[in-house]
């Protein structure tokens, strides 16, 4: 393919990336705004549970609950980090636990139980204590075996195990819902980093490119893109950040390719040789301005060499 092609598809292709993490959006309704406020709440909950079971002395563990225990938190951050919450449509204005909601969601312990393979237990507490709290679940000797197997204590089973919102409040404990304008300072100081560079190799590809400005504007870029897209869907204001870098960062890629398939500017001339003849060999003619005290002209300037 030739430059100017490559050129040409790249540049549609990031503009088309960038259309489209600009893209209008309807606003929001209600219970839509209230339902990413659950998700991001939720997903700070787990953060929170994860950092606390992973820094947990475990030491009194037999080896084979310490192996379980590893599996079920790598286990809980792929939950947290596919997003899918149970519901609370049942009780309004109250802030209720679900072991599976109406639409048949887990929550975060009924999916651990249920991923190790006891779907009995899950079935059975749906059935018959869907709404209950884990520290009221402790007479079910088959889910207190579980935990015990498991390397998991009923604290800390209790505190892996959320409430879900009914559309007023947060559950006591647990982190307020995500403030829509703040921006984090991590991905702020990141995205500068990035935004940086990118705009730095941009400038160099607009005005002096070279393959080795091109290539560090196209790593620079699609770190930045990378960056952008990562916190497309949050509802902070990272994502406004997000956008930012999706945009810096698409230019930055044009700018790398602009500089890898740009032509050098200095042409390499080789030097005139001397006729042996005589009479003139070469020739030149350029226009000059001649400035005078009461007037300027301009004129034309020849220049011969013998």
Known sequence: MKPVSVILV???????????????ERPLTASEAHARSEVARLRAHFDSVDTELRTRDVSHLSAEQRANRVKLIGWLKEYRDAGVFPINDTFAGRAVPFFRDTKGTLCAMAYLVDRSGRSDIVDHIAKTRNNAYIREL?????????????????????RIQPAYDGGTCCVIGDPPPANTNRVSGEYALVS???????LGTLGFNMFSPTRTSGAAGLLAGVATIVAGASRMDDITGDRRVARANAVVGSLAV??????????????????????SKKGVSVTSFAPDLI????????GLTMRAEF
């Open 254 to 275: 044009i700018g790398g390719l602009r500089g890898m398939f740009a032509k050098p500017t200095a042409e390499t001339r080789a030097p005139v040789q001397s006729s």
């Open 291 to 298: 400035l005078a005290p009461n007037a300027s002209r301009l």
């Open 10 to 24: 790249a540049t549609a292709s990031t503009v088309l990336l960038t259309a489209a993490a600009w893209r209008a």
């Open 192 to 198: 500068m980093g990035l935004g940086g560079s990118s």
């Open 138 to 158: 402790t007479d079910d000797r088959m889910l207190v075996a579980w935990l015990a197997a498991s390397g998991l204590s009923v604290a800390e089973a209790a």
